[in-house]
């Protein structure tokens, strides 16, 4: 079968100790979304807004023409995570994602990037799972072959 062009890619950042003064303010978060998805091509639609129901955290949705912008922010911890995801060779969700963190100024954070959308092989579409059970039970076998030849009686 014949697949379209659905290649795309997820960034999700955890941002740590960002910029209070901008994290408060979720009306200037909504317009640096606005301004980093139209400066990228996210082809922003709209964003939709909602409070938490604990302190003044917000969550943002932005729905792209081919993909989302979702950031939820928690002021009080100066702590926001944000995926940005888009399909297509036209947008840069990756960039993006940069420029927004650039923005709230973190001073530290965490990146995971997911490339979705690759029909490749059926072989790649499986879940492969990995044990390391046998390395642990050789690591306890190697344990008591060292014990008994360290604890065993030397001749005289």
Not at 11 to 22: E, F, G, Q, R, S
Not at 93 to 104: E, F, G, N, T, V
């Amino acid at each position: 079968m014949e697949y379209p062009d659905l290649r795309g890619k997820l960034i999700a950042l955890d941002m740590y100790n960002c910029d209070a003064n901008i994290l408060e303010d979720y009306q200037r978060v909504i317009q640096i979304i606005e301004t980093r998805c139209k400066e990228f091509g996210m082809q922003l639609l709209k964003i939709e807004h909602s409070d938490a129901e604990e302190g003044n955290a917000y969550t943002l949705f932005g729905i792209c023409v081919q993909g989302h912008i979702v950031l939820h922010a928690f002021p009080e911890y100066g702590f926001c995570g944000m995926d940005t995801y888009s399909i297509g060779q036209e947008s840069h969700p990756s960039h993006c994602a940069k420029a927004i963190r650039s923005d709230l100024n973190p001073d530290k954070i965490k990146i995971t990037i997911l490339n979705r959308g690759d029909f490749g092989s059926e072989n790649d579409m499986k879940p492969h799972r990995r044990s390391s059970s046998k390395l642990i039970r050789r690591t306890k076998n190697f344990g008591g072959k060292i014990k008994k030849i360290i604890l065993q009686p030397r001749g005289i």
